[in-house]
């Protein structure tokens, strides 16, 4: 018996049937409407300010949770990579930690602080701010995808600074480089990949999201993610036609983005070897 | 001024942990709080823990929860791994091709996977009703690759004389399996099922499009809290939560930690009688 046969019913069966035909789904209902060819969808997503706004919302909330999660997350990173192995292990367990809860009831927490009435905006009139909108605002999604997204930047950065080689700054130092200069040519060069691998899963899920969105923006501020889900879970034919168009945008955003980040990361080359 | 920069490392460090656990905190807090929705506190009382404990959808969606993680799981690891060990054998071009399109789960924001899955659905006839069904493939279906990627490197590190050798000394293709090469690649295929079993608990967006009838735990906090305020028993069910992958993460590392003394003792003896 060869091997090769053992993957079989996952390569000819369970792969073509629940991972392509999916997706040959999305294309058709995209451009089909009873069987024929047609751009409608696309024209009306692409004239629809509804859509338009969800789109950019969505590109400048993500772009915007990927730059101060990582503006907020590197120095973690750093900090917990110079850390004895055992503090830093345990440190990092805090940072772990709320990764493992349900995404649902971390975002939850941030509506109960937010919410009129609530623990900030008491916190808020204390000072004498009166009733600020806190919650259904832009800032109060940005705030909780921040919140959420927060660990997937610092570990994947905390764990390439750690395989950093010690000796390589201790040289840069032999050599004459002050502190900051051992930083900029030396340590964040070597943790390109992690930056990378940081950005994208931070990047790709925020783009996508539509719970945070639901929960703390309301109808205020509107995602492509959401708009997406209200498109299927109301189910007729022409809305299934421009949810999946939508989808297909956001399939492309994913994949340019993937792109910019492989030619930022050509190093790093030798781990991927696929076709994209 | 090395103290300095120490002292505002460590102050940081202490903002961005308290930034991660005060809204937990919070969540904690309004847990015993007597009102209903979570919004002021006042005055303690249980009675979020007894109203959540008496909800029935609540009870529902976690057997659901449960049923889902623990076949989609074993299916997954199960198809995984029988064909990260075919594959490993499968000759370069055809494997580049397959592992790209096992990544596309992987790669593709879960709400595509959900709605892709939702029309597939719908297509072949695996009607609303059939929920949990759906929800097993759909979670199937994105733990796979998973497994798949925990279990190649295991293969490529094992050597494969060994199923050879196997072979050679009188077993069986299928002994030399279940006898030489699983065990070799074990600690992948346990990580992997591991991972499957967190990544099913934890789904919500892919769960959302292909329920149905059927509702797992996101889902229900999802339909529940979406709009207006949030119900006290969400928080009593967040601080159940946080305690249980809490007291996990503790066990799982007071286990790694000690693992690691034990090893370090070890050494030290190998050490001394050298």
Known sequence: ?276 | MKRFLSFLKHSYLGLVILFMYLPILVMIVMSFTESRTAVQWRGFSFGAYTSLFKDADVLDALITTLVVAAVSSIVSTVIGTASAIGLHSMRRRPRMVVESFTQLPMVNPDLVTGVSMMLLFAFIGIRQSWGLLRLIIAHTTFNIPYVIFSVLPKLRQSSDSLYEAAMDLGCSPLQALTKVVIPDIMPGIVSGLVLAFTLSIDDFAISLFTGGTSMNLSMLIFSKTAKGGVHTKFCALSALMFLVVGVLLLIVNLRSIHQEKVAAEQKKKVMSRA
């Open chain 1, 1 to 276: 018996m060869k091997r090769v046969i053992l993957s079989y019913p996952y390569v000819f069966v369970w792969m073509p049937l629940f991972i392509i035909a999916p997706m040959l789904f999305v294309l058709y209902y995209a451009f089909f409407r009873d069987g024929q060819f047609t751009l409608e969808y696309v024209q009306n997503v692409v004239a629809n300010d509804t859509y338009l706004g969800a789109f950019w919302n969505s590109l400048w909330i993500a772009l915007a949770t990927t730059v101060i999660c990582l503006l907020m997350g590197y120095p973690i990173a750093y900090i917990l990579s110079q850390m004895k192995k055992r503090t830093a292990a345990l440190v990092s367990l805090l940072f772990i930690l709320p990764m493992w809860m349900n995404m649902l009831l971390r975002t939850l927490a941030w509506k109960v602080l937010l919410f009129d009435g609530g623990v900030f905006q008491q916190i808020l009139s204390f000072f004498g701010a009166g009733n600020v909108q806190l919650i259904y605002t832009p800032g109060a999604v940005l705030l909780a995808t921040v919140y959420d997204f927060l660990p997937f930047m610092i570990l994947p950065i905390y764990t390439t600074l750690q395989k950093l080689d010690r000796s390589l700054i201790e040289a840069a130092h032999d050599l004459g480089a002050n502190g900051a200069q051992t930083f900029t040519k030396v340590v964040l060069p070597q943790s390109v990949p992690g930056i990378i691998s940081g950005i994208t899963m931070v990047f790709v899920p925020a783009m996508s999201t539509f719970a945070v969105s639901t929960m703390l923006g309301g109808k205020q501020v509107m995602l492509l993610g959401q708009v997406i889900e209200e498109k299927f879970l109301a189910g007729t034919d022409s809305v299934l036609g421009i949810g999946s168009t939508l989808s297909l945008v956001l399939i492309i955003l994913v994949i340019v983005s993937m792109v910019i980040m492989n030619r930022i990361d050509k190093d790093n080359s030798a781990s991927g070897g696929t076709l994209w």
